[in-house]
């Protein structure tokens, strides 16, 4: 059959996790040609990349997207790290993004502790006046224990004072250290120690010594929380003054970013040439389809390409390209955006200005087919604090569009209907199960429930995680496990060092992790190439499809008295005669077509043909689109 040769995809979002696509893709594509691709977050940018590598299939698309692997694995020295230098912060994070890059440092990967990192991070992250405050506060503690030892401390102690000062001190010293043994490197203890050693040595009696400890630590904890409060003032006082002109997030995604020396003691690598996130898909988008301007929505003719997309102003998903009506101010747009993408758009002024930037006209942004991809993708992947949000405005008001994955990190249900004609495939992301070492798992084509995400909560901020992850993918979760769904889609497992936020991974990582995604592309085209595991996909959703019918039946024939009633005296008011092409005159138009349509599945009622349920009972229900 003809559409034995089509499939549809839909990826998950995971940020760097989108390594693991372009290689499953180019596997799928082997055997079949992509009708409708969707994603959010990362997988929004694989989605486009797929559409685009599509669309210049015939020019060698699909071989361009899986050399992506190689230019992300193949260089050497600060060429390695292309992944981390595509996020690059605008001018006005630069000091923000410092701190965010030394937490991910790790002497295993990077060659770099956190902790030294931190050191410089900090140091560049606060005005001269806190570096003051700052100043005096480590002095204090550098020549406290020696200032009390040498100046303050009394000739003659209590021989009980003596005792009780040094079981207190060892007691706060193991408490408060103990926990840190192995986070901090060498050089740290040796500098915290510095103060403490200077004290005891001016110290004129052993009960002297042990309060020189006691004034170490009270002094220790002191500029702990001077620490802690000169940050977070300086925070709260950015964040006040400057959330919305930077969108929220560290990382635009377009700009001209260079690393500085002080960045480079932070841990961010140094630039070789990698353009930021946005320029960097906009140019790729480009090549992979063949295109000489910006690829657009039209550009991609019939392969459907759908993002999502979280409007956080109305507190709702919305699916990309829009079917609604948006403005756009083209500073608001520069931010984020590469500047041929913004000129590219060309959208009619209207009369009104941008809320944001009041000298700015408001645009219209264009209909679907002179859209770019470029835009929706970075709409859908604005990972909420790291990368900044996107603006667009209706009504006059500013509409905030952030990550996709906060409404659907999976989207499995974009191109779902209940007869498919052929499979969405799902290509997705979860963490190793216990005592489970397969890297890919592809679920039977059944309603076994085998396999079935589980993680193990053993702390606090797991279980806080866990939370997290379940308010954002309990939808999308359950989705995945029904029948009819579960064996089309691929799991690619990862640790807890992979994908994610890990900015930071070695090439070797990367392309372990893009060679997992090839295996999980090739274990789909193997499954369903072969005809009797499409047949059997399709009779499990006519299955599934046909009770949920049945059900539907069932509540026709109780209520066919309620409903027949309604139609012989209900008046299709006024406002409700746009339903129809034609106003009714007198009642509905369809009324012996609805009762004939009513009393056929009111026959399809609990004891009808369609005998058996499967372990998972699905609901049919009607539901808002995005």
């Given amino acids: 059959m003809e559409y034995d040769r089509y499939c549809d995809l839909t990826m998950r979002g995971g940020t760097t996790s989108g390594v693991v696509y372009p290689l499953a893709v180019a596997s799928l594509a082997r055997h079949y040609e992509f009708k409708q691709i969707g994603g959010a977050s990362a997988g929004a940018i694989a989605a486009a990349f797929t559409a685009a590598a599509e669309r210049g299939r015939a020019s060698g698309g699909f071989e361009k997207l899986a050399k992506l692997i190689d230019w992300f694995t193949s260089g050497t020295g600060a060429d390695q790290w292309r992944l981390a230098q595509l996020f690059q912060p605008a001018e006005k994070t630069r000091a923000l993004y410092r701190i965010v890059v030394a937490t991910m440092q790790k002497r295993g990967t990077t060659g770099r502790s956190a902790i030294s990192c931190l050191f410089f991070a900090l140091l560049g992250a606060v005005g001269w006046r806190a570096k003051a405050v700052l100043g005096l506060m480590a002095l204090l503690w550098l020549g406290g224990p020696v200032l009390w030892s040498a100046l303050l401390a009394p000739s003659v102690y209590p021989a009980w004072l003596g005792v009780l000062v040094v079981v207190l001190a060892l007691a706060c010293l193991a408490t408060v250290l103990w926990p840190l043994r192995s986070s901090l490197p060498w050089a740290a203890w040796v500098v915290a120690a510095v103060p403490l050693v200077l004290g005891l040595a001016f110290s004129r009696h052993y009960a002297t010594a042990a309060v020189v400890l006691l004034v170490w630590l009270v002094l220790s904890l002191a500029a702990v929380s001077a620490l802690i409060l000169v940050y977070g003032y300086a925070m709260q006082k950015f964040l006040r003054d400057n959330a919305r002109s930077i969108h929220f997030g560290l990382v635009p995604g377009t ?372």
């Avoid at 952030?402 to 799902?426: A, C, K, Q, V």
């Fill in 255 to 626: 700009g001209d970013f260079r690393a500085s020396w002080l960045d480079r003691l932070a841990g961010v690598p140094k630039s070789t040439g990698v353009p930021p996130l946005a320029d960097w898909i906009a140019d790729r988008l480009d090549s992979l389809a063949g295109t000489e301007e910006a690829l657009t929505f039209g550009d991609l003719g019939d392969v459907n390409l759908v993002l999502m997309t979280t409007d956080l102003s109305e507190g709702r998903p919305y699916r990309l390209p829009f079917k609604e009506t948006w403005q756009y101010c083209e500073e608001c747009l520069g931010y984020v955006l590469p500047g041929r993408v913004v000129e590219q758009l060309n959208g009619a002024v209207t009369g009104a200005k941008c809320p944001l930037h009041e000298h700015m006209p408001l645009r219209d942004l264009p209909e679907r087919e002179h859209l770019p991809v470029v835009l929706a993708v970075r709409m859908s992947l604005s990972f909420p604090g790291l990368i900044a949000a996107v603006p667009l405005c209706r009504d006059g008001r500013v509409h905030w569009f952030s990550d996709g994955g906060i409404t659907s990190n999976f989207p499995i249900h974009f191109f779902d209907s209940l007869l498919p004609r052929w499979p969405t495939f799902g290509l997705s992301l979860q963490p190793y199960p216990d005592g489970d070492a397969n890297e890919v798992w592809l679920p039977e084509q059944d309603a076994s429930t085998s396999g079935t995400r589980y993680a193990p909560l053993g702390t606090m901020p797991g279980f806080l995680l866990s939370i997290l992850d379940t308010f954002l993918d309990w939808r999308d979760t359950m989705q995945s496990a029904l029948p009819g769904y579960r064996g089309r889609i691929a799991h690619v497992r990862q640790s807890a060092d992979e994908g994610g936020s890990n900015l930071f991974m070695p090439p070797a990582t990367i392309r372990r992790l893009a060679l997992r995604g090839q295996h999980a592309g090739d274990l789909l085209r193997e499954r369903f190439q072969q005809q009797r595991n499409t047949d059997r996909y399709r009779w499990i959703r006519l299955r599934m499809a046909l009770r949920e019918y049945q059900e539907l039946g069932e509540q026709a024939a109780d209520r066919d008295a309620l409903y027949d009633e309604l139609l012989d005296r209900f008046e299709i008011p006024e406002a409700l005669h746009e339903w129809f092409r034609t106003p009714p005159a007198d009642g509905d138009p369809f009324r012996a077509e609805i009762e004939v349509a009513l009393d056929h599945v009111g026959r399809l009622k609990a004891d009808g043909p369609f005998d058996g349920a499967p372990p998972v009972d699905p609901d049919l229900r009607l539901t808002p689109p995005e």
